[in-house]
């Protein structure tokens, strides 16, 4: 496999002569720092596909015109001693930016890669991206760009940002609003409504009709009751999980005790959006609650797999039929599930202010919700959608993502970037996984005049041995895991497991329908 990289030496920049011009100075934000720090030093990666060849060119001059107009992306690092030298602060400095040394375009040699391995090919080379730092000398993104015919695009695009620039939630936002739709040129993507939170109010407010006040003052009071002790409960399991509270040792835990890897491998799949619908709608949940139910069942498989080889491997239960399952009864598996808190921010407003300047709130809003998978087979696979349920919807009537927030906040204005790191670094290393989910366009679109078949965004850096992101893009979903390939080294048995059980959950819901028609 041999990769060769061109660049342009044409000057294709906002810088004016050779002077470095520099605007403005703004220090970094506390949790921008925090992605600094050796313990948390985190990167967001984006793979998008494309439905035709690349044109270079076109994608620079498209970047000039959007993406280096935001003050994130045309600003790098600075740190300055202060004092005896011994603390540094660092600020965000606008800077010139030559836009081709941020885009790099890989000359693939492509007779070295054998029929049908573009997709290993691809994995590879995304793979060998984690293991290279950004150039801290300039702002923190690359842009790469692939000529590269995989089995679900004919060309590739991959984005890499520093997480410092942004949370995940917002930089995805931003690299839509770089986006337009493919049936009118001029207009940015259209999302999803997303109602938050108006279920909920409706069903309360719908007690104040008539004669039914008293019930529904009861209804706030108990709800409001409800919430406090909730929040109580998460906020303990919270500082337990940080104190002591391990997941158990499970095949798909990493060990960052020591050290972590410094590669990471990431692989993805797309399925059936529509399935997943056809699943929310008859179980009356949120495709949120179907992709955890689907998820867990997924991680059940699989590590009734892996526990049943390790058995194997080492020469136990050989002479007798393998039991119904070689799990322990009892794991404790945890994501920190990721929880956008920022007032809405659309894609509108991110698109204004790279075309107008104009101002809207940015930066990491993010907290954790510490979630729960009930690992086990079932003989009814729709156990696992009803426990999920159950699970988040206690987990919404909470107050656990806003309050680890308040408290990340907190602990790094008492005591610093540093002990905050670590903090942070140890609650999550207690759990297992990483877990999010982005909304995405209902209608196809393009980047730069290049029509996308999926979007595949991740992030590696934080100490979990397997994150999972899924992405909705038009009718499909596409699932992205980034895994530690020394603790997870087959991540696509573990998206067969995922794409089998959600077919099992989708049979096991049309035969309910079925029965309940006759």
Not at 75 to 89: A, D, E, L, Y
Not at 367 to 378: A, D, K, Q
Not at 468 to 495: E, K
Request: hydrophobic fraction near 40%.
């Amino acid at each position: 496999m041999e990769i060769k990289t061109r660049r342009d030496t044409s000057e294709t920049s906002v810088r004016k002569d050779d002077e470095e011009e520099v605007e403005e100075e703004q220090p970094l934000s506390p949790a921008a720092r925090v992605f600094h720090a050796p313990e948390f030093n985190c990167y967001v990666i984006s793979v998008i596909g494309i439905k035709k060849k690349i044109d270079p060119d076109v994608i620079i001059e498209g970047l000039k015109q959007t993406l280096i107009r935001h003050p994130r992306f045309s600003s790098k690092m600075v740190s300055t001693s202060v004092g005896n030298k011994k603390r540094q602060t660092q600020s965000w400095v606008r800077t010139n930016v030559v836009v081709t040394d941020h885009v790099i375009v890989s000359d693939i040699q492509t007779q070295n890669i054998e029929n049908g391995n573009a997709d290993a090919f691809l994995e590879t080379y995304v793979s060998n991206l984690t293991t290279v730092p950004l150039d801290i000398s300039k702002p923190l993104w690359q842009l790469h760009l692939l000529d590269l015919k995989t089995s679900d695009a004919e060309n590739v695009a991959v984005l890499k940002f520093h997480h410092s620039l942004g949370d995940g939630m917002s930089l995805m936002a931003l690299v839509l609003a770089c986006m337009r739709k493919t049936s009118n040129p001029d207009e940015l993507p259209s999302l999803p409504n997303q109602n938050r939170s108006s279920s909920r109010s409706s069903r309360l407010m719908a007690g104040s009709r008539g004669d039914s006040r008293f019930l529904w003052l009861v209804m706030v009071i108990w709800s409001a009751i409800m919430l406090v002790l909730n929040t109580v409960c998460d906020a303990l399991e919270f500082i337990a999980t940080t104190m002591f509270l391990k997941d158990t040792e499970t095949p798909i835990k990493g060990d960052f005790r020591f050290s972590k890897s410094k590669r990471m491998c990431l692989v993805h799949r797309t399925v059936s959006l529509d399935d997943i619908k056809l699943i929310k709608n008859t179980m009356k949940m949120t495709v949120n609650d179907v992709v955890l139910g689907v998820s867990q069942a997924g991680l059940s498989q699989y590590l009734d797999r892996r526990y049943g080889e390790k058995k194997k491997k080492v020469g136990e239960d050989q002479d007798s039929k393998r039991k119904a399952t070689d799990m322990p009864k009892r794991i404790r598996l945890r994501s920190a599930l990721l929880v956008n808190l920022r007032p809405n921010t659309g894609i509108q407003d991110l698109a204004d202010m790279m075309a107008k300047g104009s101002t809207c709130r940015w930066g990491n809003w993010i907290g954790y919700i510490v979630f729960p998978f009930s690992i086990g087979l079932r003989d009814d696979p729709l156990q696992h959608l009803r426990r999920a349920k159950r699970i988040i919807d206690r987990k919404k009537n909470s107050l656990e993502a806003a309050l680890t927030f308040v408290a990340g906040k907190f602990i790094l204005k008492t005591f610093g970037v540093q002990v905050a790191a670590k903090i942070i670094n140890r609650a999550l290393s207690n759990t297992t996984m990483s877990f999010s989910n982005l909304i995405g366009p209902i209608e196809e679109i393009s980047f730069y005049g290049h029509p996308i078949t999926y979007m595949a965004p991740s992030v590696y850096g934080h100490p979990h041995a397997l994150t999972m992101h899924f992405q909705s893009y038009m009718n499909q979903m596409t699932i992205s895991l980034t895994v530690d390939p020394t603790v997870i080294s087959d991540p696509h048995r573990l998206l067969d497991d995922w794409e089998k059980s959600l077919q099992s959950i989708k049979a096991a819901v049309q035969e309910r329908d079925s029965r309940s028609l006759d």
